[in-house]
């Protein structure tokens, strides 16, 4: 089997989103698999963000949390981020988001489905507290089945452990 390089990739990634934007349609939408979250990249003629669009959530507000070790309890600075979210679903009335809860490999299957699901009703009340409206909201736990960074140390758990809001 023949694996392309991620530098060939990424230019091949490029050249499609290139060619997206010569399109006569205003507003182009171009899809990217970022480790088992699909994202979609929509933007204007100009290449602005589309305000409102998943691409727009990610990039200028943060889509996600990180949790200690074995935590679920909202840090200050999850506590922040979440508030920036909030104040863009007040915007964006029209949006929901899916919370995804995830973990790092260590525990069993069904531990860290348990613990993903309290990150992400974690986050999910705590966009409610600030306002957003619960029926805007739904979460899932995919548990340490979708990591975002692959190894067995403390800088890849990190960055697993983590609620990722997904904009619907």
């Known amino acids: 089997m023949r694996f392309i390089s991620a530098p060939i990739s990424a230019t091949l990634f490029a050249v499609g989103l290139l060619l997206a934007a010569c399109s006569s349609d205003p507003e182009v939408a171009a899809t990217a698999d970022t480790g088992g979250t699909t994202t979609t990249a929509a933007t204007t003629e100009t290449g602005q963000v589309t305000p409102g669009s998943s691409e727009d959530f990610v990039i200028n507000v943060g889509d996600r949390v990180f949790f200690g070790y074995d935590q679920y309890d909202l840090t200050p600075e999850a506590q ?8 863009w679903m007040q915007q964006f009335p029209a949006v929901t988001l899916s919370v995804e809860g995830h973990c790092d490999e260590r525990g069993t299957r ?3 489905l348990a613990l ?3 990150r992400a009703n974690a986050v999910t009340n ?3 507290a600030l306002g957003v409206d619960p029926n805007r909201l739904q979460t899932i736990s995919y548990g340490k089945e979708r990591p975002e960074m692959l190894g067995s140390d403390e800088s890849a758990w990190a960055q697993n452990r983590r609620a990722v809001s997904v904009v619907n």
Do not use: I
Not at 80 to 87: F, G, V, W
């Open 80 to 87: 922040a981020q979440l508030e920036k979210q909030a104040a």
């Open 110 to 112: 069904e531990y860290n």
């Open 116 to 118: 993903g699901e309290r």
């Open 126 to 128: 705590y966009l409610v």
